[in-house]
């Protein structure tokens, strides 16, 4: 009976909200912080992971909707204002195609190196642009394992300390710290795995849209490329 007790009694304190709350002060700084690094991890994964969806399906769009074009001027009126990456690619070739053929003597040469230049770089700024913020991903999914080491590490001393004062090594005296202790390695994983999967399945959706854009970016040169040629 006395043993059925005791179990209770430290089921009781192994709760999550328990261990935090009898935790050392360390520890709980640690929690604390893992806690919130979890609800950053998921703060961008549902904010970024979803419009990072909605962009690679908006580009694949316009890049449809520009081979089905009969009008470049008009298209490039419609998507002058556009943020996708691809149309930003557009817009900088059509601008730069414009000052390089503007006068009467064209040099074919350098307006394709130029134009080459100009929105390949349009095309990493783009990519760069849409890859801030991921760091953090990779950030907290590397960092936040030792960060829970830590805290067990310390919560494990801090037990073996009080053992060591109280002279009681008994189960029931013994388990909440070690758990409490143990309870800060598995937020720690808790916050890594999500960070971790979330930057690998993002990273892989932004490497695909900068093949895309780079084919249109290479298709559109080719385009203009041979209208160079057949300028005067």
Not at 55 to 80: G, P, T, Y
Not at 165 to 172: K, M, R, V
Request: aromatic share 8%; glycine share 8%; net charge neutral.
């Amino acid at each position: 009976m006395n043993d059925l007790v005791v179990t209770s009694s430290v089921a009781g304190t192994l709760s999550p909200l328990a261990l935090f709350l009898h935790a050392d002060l360390v520890v709980k700084i640690v929690m604390a912080g893992l806690l919130l690094a979890s609800l950053w991890t998921w703060t961008i994964i549902l904010g970024r992971g979803l419009s990072l969806a909605r962009l690679q399906k908006r580009n694949a769009a316009f890049e449809r909707d520009f081979a089905k074009a009969e009008d470049v001027d008009r298209f490039h009126r419609e998507h002058a204002s556009s943020d996708l990456p691809s149309a930003r690619v557009f817009v900088a070739g059509v601008q730069e195609w414009r000052l390089s053929t503007g006068g009467k003597r064209v040099d074919r040469d350098a307006a394709r190196a130029r134009l080459a230049t100009l929105m390949g770089s349009t095309s990493a700024a783009e990519i760069d642009r849409l890859s801030s913020g991921l760091n953090v991903l990779a950030t907290i999914g590397s960092v936040c394992p030792f960060v829970g080491l830590f805290g067990t590490v310390w919560g494990i001393m801090r037990s073996f300390s009080d053992i060591a004062a109280s002279q009681n090594t008994s189960f029931g005296a013994v388990a909440p710290g070690i758990a409490e202790a143990l309870f800060a390695t598995a937020l720690g994983l808790f916050a890594a795995i999500p960070a971790v999967i979330a930057y690998n399945r993002m990273t892989h959706r932004l490497d695909r849209i900068e093949a895309g854009v780079n084919r249109f970016a290479d298709g559109f040169h080719a385009t203009l490329s041979r209208e160079l040629d057949q300028e005067a």
